[in-house]
């Protein structure tokens, strides 16, 4: 089995070799741009870890189309940085702060339709379950999306709609990614069906993960400003979770402070100091240790060896015990 760098080596290679057409530049230089400022890209190398352990060797065939996640997933992050009004990606500019909203979401189009034009070059076994997977994923990804826009509008939302919003903005693409490998591998149904469970609690996992680090991460290390969410009154964990549990003073602390509109600062520190006397910080800790664990238990009862397990623990483990 190929280790951890020798994955992440053989989908930066291949991302770095992407031919882009240079007409007209507008359109095609921040698909370039967006590909080549880094990321985690998590799913590929999730996808081709999970088909390796499962015995398919790792050539352009399984590849290519693993990297058609990473197109996908980064025409999803150049629409959202729109609607989100972010204006740094990965400690770099955005495409729209960079090149305007139009040119922005003309190039996310194209990334979409580049992302199928990748996936229409795998020729191996369970053609069609992979492209009604990858169908059916990205539909749910624009389900989660416009489900986190409709948040914006209500006062208040449940912990229930915020886990389905999660489950389906982020952790049905990773759950994709890890299906997608054991599906090219040629595995059977069951292991088939347990991957994609794995993968889709490490995405809870990961994006309460990435809640938590808006808020209390380091900005150096994250790539993004550190309290955006609360700047944006985003209904992230922390934030629901404090809406559902305050009380009293508590309670009129979190509405005086989603008040302000001016000094974010105040506003930022303030909702850092509340989450804390309240135990959210300690409870998203919590939530993302069981849904990791969940994710380890959907293994059991496959027959994997203990060098697969080993190998799929590790990948868990990276992705959701960071500080990125």
Known sequence: MYNKQEITDIVNKTIENI?????????????????????????????????????????????????????FHTFTLIHDD??????????????????????????????????????????????????????????????????????????????????????????????????????????????????YEFGYQLGMAFQVTDDYLDTFGDASIFGKKIGGDIENNKKSWLLVECMRSAEGADKDTLVNLLAISDDMKAKVTGMQALYKKLGVDKRALHAIEYYHDLAIQSLSGIGLSDAQKDCLLNFAKEMVYRNY
């Open 82 to 195: 729109i609607m989100d009004k972010a204006d740094t990606r990965r400690g770099m500019p955005t495409v729209h702060s960079k090149w305007g909203d139009n040119c922005a979401i003309l190039s996310g189009d194209v990334m979409l339709i580049m992302a199928y034009q990748f996936l229409a070059g795998y020729s191996g076994s369970h053609q069609q379950d992979i492209l009604a997977l990858f169908s059916k994923t990205a539909a749910e990804v624009c389900e989660g999306q416009q489900f986190d826009m409709d948040f914006e509008d209500m006062v208040e939302i449940s912990m229930e709609d915020y886990l389905k919003m999660i489950g389906l903005k982020t952790a049905v693409l990773i759950a994709c990614s890890a299906k997608m490998g054991v599906l090219m591998a040629g595995a059977s149904e069951p292991v088939c069906n347990a991957l």
């Open 19 to 71: 031919y882009f057409p240079k007409d007209p530049g507008t359109l095609y230089q921040p698909l370039e741009y967006m590909m080549s400022i880094g990321g985690k890209r998590l799913r590929p190398r999730l996808c081709l870890t999970t088909c390796d352990v499962f015995g398919r060797a790792i050539d352009s065939n399984v590849i290519i189309p693993a990297l058609a996640l990473e197109i």
